[in-house]
DNA sequence: CGTCTACTTGAGTGTGTTCAATGGTAGTGG
DNA sequence: CCACTACCATTGAACACACTCAAGTAGACG
């Protein structure tokens, strides 16, 4: 609940887009012809800091830089946390057709972001094929993302539920170009708990199994993959 | 997995778009004077019939005119359902990013389609602003859904999946003019049990409890809603 | 009318929850 | 630098919900 300003110590903070560190993931540089008119760089969060409240107008899509964001529901005072976005990722698609922001969005840690219009995307889309394709596929991915995410949490245990958590962790990372088995997770237990349906104890009693066995060391907010196949193993991420 | 041919005895198989059913709720109808060239108009497809098998490249939307279609995919020889699709609903918008459909598609009752050739949709988006606005729409729209699936699938326990299951029908058959209570399953039990991610024995018994505390009435594939409101509070749609 | 499949019901088991207590860690102030 | 606080995480014990296994019933169809 603090929204207080600290200044922002990333490193990124003052990296220019060319070398910016999710390279190709970022997509106002693959239309950087085309978009650097609707395009606001380097916006700053700092921790807890909430971006956007849920209700708002729709206005902007969030990319992030550096950082990471969650996404969540308020129902009677309750948080109910739908998505954690990491660099690269693109935030509020499914805020268009609602002209509202169907979630709140808040800042886990430190996090820049850079910022596109949706009005003047909507123009490039039918200025732009290239704009038009990309924003397309971004849309199908998203529906592709939340369909196995369904599929997941329907279908699967707590265990298979947590370890598909961290393995996605692990796989985002990877395709952004951190291939690191070390993995600080941005968000509480809690939160982890709360995304995840399950309570905090029983990630917590499952980290510790999972240490038992072998597959993860875990040091509070610092995760180590020990056992790579055995968590995606369990992940089930085929199903 | 019977494929052969069984005549189409659905009433509104003769139907012409002007009287057509889901009304307003028709795409290519809102589009008349742009989509007629893009649109294949009421193919049909019979009870049990694969209308895509998982894997084949994507080239067209299903829209439904009447009827049903259930999603899956198969993992280890065994389905695994992620939606199910009532008239006025659009099918294939996940497979865009693919250019391959990631889901195979089949019919749960005789059932009636209008296709889009997405080439041609995409060409027409270009062109024209108002297909451009109602695609975006139409795809975050799919985007909000699923979030909100997620969040109940990872939330809820089995009565209030199944209530949220069954009063979802009730309220999309409502979206489209038909305010009945009395809803007529076109899946069956293990259909929705594999969809909600628990066993058909457990929907039973959930089943005949609702059937106790008089909020719904059970006969086969039938069901009466008796109770809406106390339906609704089960299933915690807010949430 | 009999067969096949779908659905329902029952009994026992297990996973994950709730409630409760304890252990750790980060931040604050003396 | 240590003590104190507050919050977060871990662990334990008892309970409950949903599962598995098993038997029984109803409905569809030849």
């Given at each position: 609940?603090?929204?207080?300003?600290?200044?922002?110590?990333?490193?990124?903070?003052?990296?220019?887009?060319?070398?910016?560190?999710?390279?190709?993931?970022?997509?106002?540089?693959?239309?950087?012809?085309?978009?650097?008119?609707?395009?606001?760089?380097?916006?700053?969060?700092?921790?807890?800091?909430?971006?956007?409240?849920?209700?708002?107008?729709?206005?902007?899509?969030?990319?992030?830089?550096?950082?990471?964001?969650?996404?969540?529901?308020?129902?009677?005072?309750?948080?109910?946390?739908?998505?954690?976005?990491?660099?690269?990722?693109?935030?509020?698609?499914?805020?268009?057709?609602?002209?509202?922001?169907?979630?709140?969005?808040?800042?886990?840690?430190?996090?820049?972001?850079?910022?596109?219009?949706?009005?003047?995307?909507?123009?490039?889309?039918?200025?732009?094929?290239?704009?038009?394709?990309?924003?397309?596929?971004?849309?199908?991915?998203?529906?592709?993302?939340?369909?196995?995410?369904?599929?997941?949490?329907?279908?699967?245990n707590a265990e298979e539920k947590l370890a598909?958590f961290?393995?996605?962790?692990?796989?985002?990372?990877?395709?952004?170009?951190?291939?690191?088995?070390?993995?600080?997770l941005?968000m509480s237990r809690s939160d982890i708990a709360n995304y995840l349906g399950i309570t905090i104890e029983t990630v917590s009693r499952i980290l510790t199994r999972m240490q038992e066995?072998?597959?993860?060391?875990v040091?509070g907010?610092?995760?180590?993959?020990?056992?790579?196949?055995?968590?995606?193993?369990?992940?089930?991420?085929?199903?």
């Open positions: 609940m603090q929204d207080i300003y600290k200044p922002l110590r990333s490193k990124s903070y003052s990296v220019p887009c060319e070398l910016c560190s999710i390279g190709s993931m970022c997509i106002p540089m693959l239309l950087n012809n085309t978009l650097h008119t609707v395009l606001n760089r380097k916006h700053e969060f700092t921790k807890d800091q909430v971006v956007i409240h849920e209700g708002t107008p729709f206005q902007k899509l969030f990319i992030i830089h550096s950082g990471a964001l969650k996404t969540y529901v308020t129902v009677n005072g309750v948080e109910q946390i739908n998505g954690f976005y990491l660099p690269g990722d693109i935030v509020g698609l499914d805020s268009i057709s609602n002209n509202k922001y169907n979630n709140s969005i808040k800042a886990l840690t430190n996090t820049l972001t850079c910022e596109l219009e949706y009005d003047e995307v909507k123009k490039l889309i039918s200025q732009n094929a290239q704009v038009r394709d990309m924003i397309l596929d971004l849309m199908s991915k998203d529906i592709l993302n939340y369909q196995k995410l369904v599929l997941s949490y329907s279908q699967k598909s961290i393995y996605s962790l692990y796989s985002r990372y990877a395709q952004r170009g951190h291939t690191s088995l070390n993995i600080k941005s066995t072998e597959i993860l060391s040091k907010k610092y995760i180590s993959i020990k056992n790579i196949s055995a968590l995606a193993r369990l992940a089930a991420e085929n199903i």
